[in-house]
């Protein structure tokens, strides 16, 4: 069978690269496959040529040939002169002699060397070069360059295509750099970006070297293929180019939000800051709500600022979590607290409880947790406009959870889907309009950062439940020993109130504590003309909600039931408006769980101060702190008016005296005057006459060339971001304060600070 027919009849997969040479050799030429096929039949139909006798010539001219001579001498001398042998001696000989001649001649001629070989090896390496020639003709269809060099970097051969592309037809001799070929990218010594102007413009190939061993002549050679990647260089330059944008943008974007947070807190420290010294002058009622009023508005735009802060810091990569040992109970009472004014305002209730099993102390991120909670819970409070939002917090497994529950009107799926979204509110067009749609996107942030998550379940007009769950460290000494369970065993408390979130929370905190409670409501009020008992003994104690205080004081159930003591729960902002004395005890709603053990055991009669956390997000406090350490001279730099007439009515309430500068320049005047050299300074980051670090700078460097002791630096930023803090720090400054101005840490810092300068002289 012929080759051609061999290899028609073997599948494609089994066919090897010797058997496939015969036609590539013929079509690598540019023939059609047909006529390569007719001529390799003729190449087979004419006989072999007979085979010579080469293991004969290559032995001769090995050495075969000079051993015979020798031989054939030996035999002649020895038969006598001119015999046969001895001819024949004679002509071996001289046959070795030049077969040996002609080796040694051929050896550094490797092309006459090719010429002299068999002729299967020649049809070997026609066969090599045109298998070249047909990789030439598959890279020019694929508009591929393949070129092959000399050492010297010198053209040997090239393929069409690279001979179309420059445009030269005659491209042996020459180098690439010559053909007007330029490298661009480099990315290791192999490959590389080579740029070619063409007649449709300039193309970018990407560029291969591999260094090969010429067969034929033994010369090294350097084997390039090129394939046309323009397009592609094109799209990952626009790539490029747009991730630079973006970040071009996302910078620009936190510049703006630095810039719009420093300009509100500005105005807002006056704000708040006035609020706080009005508050301390004599006040009617009226004038103090009114006084509230402004002070909520203050905190709830001091919030979005720190919303939009913290959005763009998720935004970039750069949050961080700060945990540490911290007690659950207060932080999450505290801020349903401060949600409790809202909610009473819109005549709802705002009631939490906890479950015992959850520890006293744990591990986590308090000030994170507390804007979660905020959050959602002001979210759940700004849609429920009847019934109220229950709080429950639970330990499952080494998880956290808290369920914040409402009444309001619920969620659809599709709200459902978009509540986590950045800038996407529900709701009606007037409680759309109560915020920017952030909370909740922050606070989901937020939990992924903890490691938990956020959760919605809602059904259209039935209301929604939020569930919070993150892991948290339990404290070694503190696990096993959080339980409260026993903490009020043996009270059995009957509770008079409206079914709702509050009634509900305090009989579930009653029971988590180890007592006993029955809820009634207005329907049940009959129970209390009747002596009846729990059954583990007697009622012990009744809560008289001040929303059925009407009720009970009606039938005269004050004086039913005389062995019970009697308590009556109060909303913090009606509690001027019934008559306590008619009670044994007093709690304010929402209730704390530790004022409920107190006045359940008797340990208090009541009535504890919350005007510190019930009307707003981080209450500046009531009353100005009094130094009790010596009167300081204070040098106060700040170019606001309102701000600067705040901080010094603050440091002069406290029994300081301060001179007040408004740039940097009156600041460095006074600051270098050795003879009237100030206490303390406290000064704005950002005045007239100079760059805030630059000025810090400049003072602490006077200060180490006249040998002067270092003055305590306190500086007063409307910047929130850490990096404009430790910029501060580096400077020189001793402690940073962010406006608004909290007047119990301003106080504190300047004490503290005051006093380690004296501890130092």
């Given amino acids: 069978m012929s080759t051609l027919a061999k290899l028609q009849e073997k599948p494609a997969a089994d066919i090897t690269r010797d058997e496939t040479r015969s036609i590539e050799g013929l079509t690598g030429n540019g023939l059609p496959l047909a006529e390569a096929t007719e001529t390799l039949r003729e190449a087979e139909r004419r006989p072999a040529p007979p085979a010579r006798p080469r293991w004969l010539q290559r032995h001769w001219l090995n050495g075969g040939g000079l051993v015979a001579g020798i031989v054939f001498l030996a035999i002649g001398f020895a038969g006598g002169p001119l015999t046969l042998a ?27 060397a090719a010429a002299d070989l068999s002729e299967s090896d020649h049809d070997r390496l026609w066969e090599r070069k045109e298998s070249n020639s047909l990789l030439a003709t598959i890279h020019d269809a694929l508009g591929d360059i393949t070129v092959i060099r000399s050492i010297d970097r010198r053209i ?11 445009g030269k037809s005659n491209l042996e001799g020459l180098t690439l750099e010559e053909t007007g070929l ?35 002549s033994g010369q090294l050679c350097i084997q390039s293929v090129a394939r046309d990647v ?20 996302s910078a620009a974007k936190s510049r703006l939000l630095a810039t719009v947070s420093h300009e509100i807190r500005t105005p807002l420290s006056g704000i708040l800051g006035m609020n706080h010294l009005l508050a301390q002058t004599p006040l009617t009622l009226e004038q103090a709500n009114y006084l509230t009023g402004i002070r909520q508005s203050g905190h709830a735009l001091v ?20 945990p540490r ?16 004014h809202r909610a ?6 705002i009631a939490a409880s906890v479950a015992a099993d959850v520890p006293e102390m744990m591990e986590f991120d308090p000030a994170r947790l507390r804007q979660v909670l905020f959050n959602v819970l002001g979210n759940a409070v700004k849609f429920t406009q009847t019934g109220g939002v229950l709080v429950r917090a639970s330990l499952q497994g080494q998880d956290l959870t808290i369920s914040v529950q409402d009444s309001g009107p619920g969620m659809t799926e599709e709200e459902q889907a978009r509540v986590f979204g950045e800038f996407e509110q529900a709701g009606s067009v007037v409680e759309r309009s109560a915020g920017t749609g952030l909370g909740l996107a922050i606070s989901a942030r937020i939990l992924r950062e903890f490691g938990g998550r956020l959760k919605v379940a809602s059904e259209r007009g039935k209301g929604t439940e939020f569930t919070i769950s993150f892991p948290v460290g339990l404290v070694a000494e503190e696990t096993g020993n959080g339980r409260h369970d026993t903490v009020l065993k043996g009270a059995r408390v009957l509770l008079l109130a409206p079914e709702g979130a509050a009634s509900t929370a305090i009989a579930q905190t009653i029971r988590t504590l180890g007592g006993n409670c029955r809820v009634i409501g207005a329907e049940d009020m009959n129970v209390l003309t009747r002596s009846f008992a729990s059954e583990d003994g007697p009622w012990t104690d009744l809560i008289v909600d001040h929303r059925m205080a009407p009720l009970y004081f009606r039938e005269g159930n004050e004086l039913v039931m005389p062995a019970l003591r009697k308590i009556f729960l109060v909303n913090p902002e009606e509690r001027n408006t019934h008559p306590l004395d008619l009670f044994d005890a007093w709690l304010i709603r929402p209730l704390r769980e530790q004022s409920l053990i107190d006045v ?7 009535m504890e101060k919350r005007d510190t956390v019930i009307d707003g997000v981080s209450e500046i406090g009531i009353t100005t702190p009094e130094s009790e350490d010596p009167a300081l001279e204070i040098l106060l730099g700040e170019d606001d008016p309102v701000n600067g007439m705040l901080v010094r009515a603050m440091l002069a309430k406290a029994g300081h005296r301060v001179r007040l500068v408004e740039d940097f320049d009156g600041l460095r005047a006074r600051a270098e005057n050795a003879e009237a050299r100030p206490d303390v300074i406290v000064t704005d980051f950002n005045m007239p006459g100079g760059s805030g670090a630059a000025v810090l700078a400049q003072l602490r460097a006077q200060e180490r060339r006249q040998s002067l002791p270092a003055l305590p630096i306190i500086v007063l930023t409307a910047d929130s971001r850490d990096a404009i803090r430790r910029q501060a720090l580096l400077a020189g400054a001793d402690a940073v304060i962010v406006k608004p101005v909290d007047p119990d840490r301003l106080m504190t810092t300047v004490q503290n600070l005051s006093r380690r300068t004296l501890e130092r002289a």
């Fill in 182 to 216: 330029v490298f661009r990218a480099v990315t290791d010594a192999k490959h590389q970006d080579a740029e070619i102007a063409t007649p449709e413009g300039n193309r970018i190939f990407a560029w291969h070297d591999v260094i090969f061993r010429d067969p034929s």
């Fill in 230 to 249: 323009t397009e592609e260089r094109q799209t990952a330059r626009l790539r490029e180019d747009a991730r630079l944008k973006a970040e071009y943008n």
């Fill in 303 to 322: 919030q979005l600022v720190e919303d939009l802060l913290d959005f763009s810091t998720i935004e970039v990569g750069r949050f961080q979590l700060h």
């Fill in 344 to 349: 009473h305002e819109k005549g709802i209730e």
């Fill in 156 to 166: 040997l051969d090239a393929n069409a295509t690279f001979r179309k592309l420059t």
């Fill in 86 to 112: 001895g001819v024949l001696a004679l002509v071996a000989l001289t046959l070795a002699v030049l077969g040996v001649f002609n080796s040694w001649k051929s050896a550094g001629k490797p092309a006459a």
């Fill in 600 to 606: 359940l055991s008797g340990r208090m009669r009541g």
């Fill in 325 to 340: 040992k911290e007690a659950l109970r207060p932080l999450l009472e505290g801020v349903v607290e401060m949600l409790a």
